[in-house]
C-alpha cells in the first residue's frame, strides 16, 4: 500500500515538472481544408492524366452517358502495363504457351485472364467482350476487384463502361 501511495505522488510530481508541448514551427498545420488534388494523383507511376485520355476516334458515347472503347488489342508480351480508361484500372494477366510456327517452337504470350479495379468515385456497370462472348459484366462499386477470364485466341477486347444508374 505505502508503494502505491509513494508511486502515485511520485508519477504525479514528474506529470506537473513537465510544462506543456509547444507546437513547432516545422510541423504542418491543418486549417480544416482536407481536399486532394485528383489531376495530379496517379495510381500507377508513370501514367498521367493526358496518357488515359483516347482520341475521339477510339471513344463512343452511349445514351447513358458512358463511355465505349472498341478493339482494345490483347497484348503478347509477358508483362504489359496496365490502362485505365473511365476511373477503371484494367490489368492482363498472362500466361504462356509453345507453338509450332514453320517447324520451330516459339514462346507465345496470351491473356488468360482480365482483373478490373473500380478506382472512380462512383458505381458503374462494367462490360467486356471478346471473341463475340461476354467474358465479364458487373456492377462495380467503388474499390472494388473482379478478373474475367479470356477466351482462347482471343486478340481484341470491346469494352463497355457506363454509370450505374441504381444509387439512391
Not at 500500500?1 to 509513494?6: A, C
Not at 495530379?40 to 476516334?57: F, H
Not at 510456327?101 to 462512383?122: I, M, P, Q
Amino acid at each position: 500500500m505505502r508503494l502505491l501511495t509513494t508511486l502515485t505522488f511520485a508519477l504525479g510530481a514528474l506529470a506537473l515538472a513537465t510544462g506543456p508541448v509547444k507546437s513547432t514551427a516545422d510541423q504542418l498545420a491543418v486549417h480544416g481544408d482536407a481536399s486532394v488534388n485528383l489531376d495530379d494523383a496517379t495510381a500507377i507511376e508513370g501514367i498521367t492524366k493526358r496518357d488515359e485520355e483516347a482520341s475521339p476516334s477510339e471513344l463512343d458515347k452511349r445514351i447513358g452517358g458512358g463511355t465505349v472503347m472498341r478493339d482494345i488489342p490483347l497484348p503478347h508480351i509477358p508483362n504489359p502495363a496496365p490502362i485505365i480508361i473511365a476511373g477503371v484500372t484494367i490489368i492482363f494477366n498472362m500466361a504462356a504457351r509453345w507453338t509450332v510456327v514453320n517447324g520451330n517452337l516459339n514462346l507465345d504470350y496470351y491473356a488468360k485472364s482480365v482483373r478490373f479495379t473500380n478506382l472512380s468515385a462512383r458505381r458503374l456497370v462494367v462490360e467486356a467482350i471478346a471473341n463475340g462472348a461476354n467474358i465479364f459484366f458487373r456492377h462495380m462499386s467503388v474499390g472494388r476487384i473482379d478478373t474475367g477470364t479470356c477466351p482462347e485466341n482471343a486478340e481484341n477486347l470491346r469494352l463497355y463502361i457506363s454509370p450505374a444508374l441504381d444509387e439512391l
